[in-house]
């Protein structure tokens, strides 16, 4: 079981409030991402879920027991951090097996369990090697590894796969998210990665600045964002924004279009605009424009689309998928 709960949890340091006041319920075997920019306090919460840090007010319950004032140790969870805090004289199996020990479990137990880690994790063949014999994904499954053996009732990431390359994070990302469901585990995962966060949350929070601007699955918040801060902050290239003449209407001051969801064509459209960068990806192209009376504009479309510097475009937005918002940056209901 690993359900959590928080109920108005704060965290100041010295007089900075870094968290004022979270409300949030994470169920049993869920996958929770805590998302947002540098500095909004996703390690501070997640740090104060595992006990690395105490609450300056509020509760933390797990399976409905309250573990505010428990030991990190008591908790029951394991986590994983960026640096894989991996020991750099013990051999894979030994870096696995050390919370075992730790705990005094007997060897058969101990190797059972790293048998059954290594093969979930395809690290059999490196059981005896030391950690600076591995790549960076296979430390960072090692880690893992360490984790899974506790049998914790969650896991907790913080940005596990920062240290990655582009190719491996791709790979990880996959390999968490088989993990998750064969192990049905709940899961809390810190990045600032939104594209981390739209393919493996089943819920996703969205945190600004210490509060929590939105709580949705991916597509809730791909679809129906709350505010600009989310619309902005979900989807890539990142939703335009548009304001002046062609956004105002009934309350609103700002107009929101994904890059998506502007269709493009050489011949007629509703706005006219010369391209400034275009990126040519094969699978998709992104054009980024001067739009004339709107400002600048970027615009997706599947496939090549045979647009260069300086080539004159019109585009015709998707009416029924603009957001509006109103001056409080406040998603205004269609
Ligand atoms: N021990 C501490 N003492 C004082 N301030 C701290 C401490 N730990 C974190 N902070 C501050 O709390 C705020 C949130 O930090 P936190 O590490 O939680 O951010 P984050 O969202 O994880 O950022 P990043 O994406 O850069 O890792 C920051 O302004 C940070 O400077
Ligand atoms: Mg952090």
């Given amino acids: 079981m690993g359900s959590i709960t928080l109920k108005n949890v704060s965290k100041t340091f010295g007089e900075a409030k870094v968290i004022p006041s979270i409300d949030l319920e994470i169920h049993d075997g ?123 009732s969650a896991f907790l990431f913080d940005e596990p796969l920062s240290n990655l390359d582009a190719a491996l994070r791709g790979t990880m990302r996959l390999e968490i998210s088989e993990l998750h469901h064969q192990l049905k585990t709940t899961m809390i995962y810190v990045t600032h990665d939104q594209i981390e966060a ?51 209407s009934k309350n609103a001051r700002t107009a929101g279009i994904r890059p998506e969801h502007i269709g493009l064509s050489k011949d007629s459209g509703l706005w006219t605009g010369r391209v400034t960068v275009a990126e040519h990806l094969g699978a998709d192209t992104f054009l980024h424009l001067d739009v004339e009376g709107i400002g600048p504009v970027t615009a997706r479309c599947d496939g090549e689309f045979g647009a260069h510097h300086g080539d004159k475009v019109y585009m015709t937005p998707d009416e029924a998928k603009l957001h509006r918002f109103d001056d409080k940056g406040i998603a205004i209901k269609a």
């Avoid at 949705?216 to 002046?244: H, Q, T």
């Fill in 30 to 152: 869920e996958f929770v991402v805590f998302v947002g920019p540098s500095g909004c306090g996703k390690s501070t919460l997640l740090r104060l879920i595992a006990g690395l840090e105490d609450v300056s007010a509020g509760q933390i319950l797990i399976d409905g027991k309250d573990v505010t004032a428990a030991a990190p140790a008591q908790r029951g969870l394991a986590m994983v951090f960026q640096s894989y805090a991996l020991y750099p004289h013990m051999s894979v199996r030994n870096n696995i097996a050390f919370p075992l020990k730790m705990a005094k479990m007997d060897k058969a137990a101990i190797d059972r369990k790293v048998t059954d880690a290594a093969r979930i994790l395809n690290l059999t063949d490196y059981l005896e090697r030391r950690p600076s014999q591995l790549s960076g994904g296979q430390r960072q499954r090692v880690a893992i590894g360490r984790a899974i053996v506790r049998e914790p």
């Fill in 198 to 248: 739209m393919t493996m949350a089943d819920k996703i929070v969205v945190l600004n600045r210490g509060n929590i601007e939105q709580v949705g699955s991916p597509l809730e918040l791909y679809r129906s964002p709350k505010n600009l801060f989310v619309a902005g902050f979900i989807g890539s290239p990142r939703m335009n924004f548009i304001d002046g003449a062609y956004a105002q």
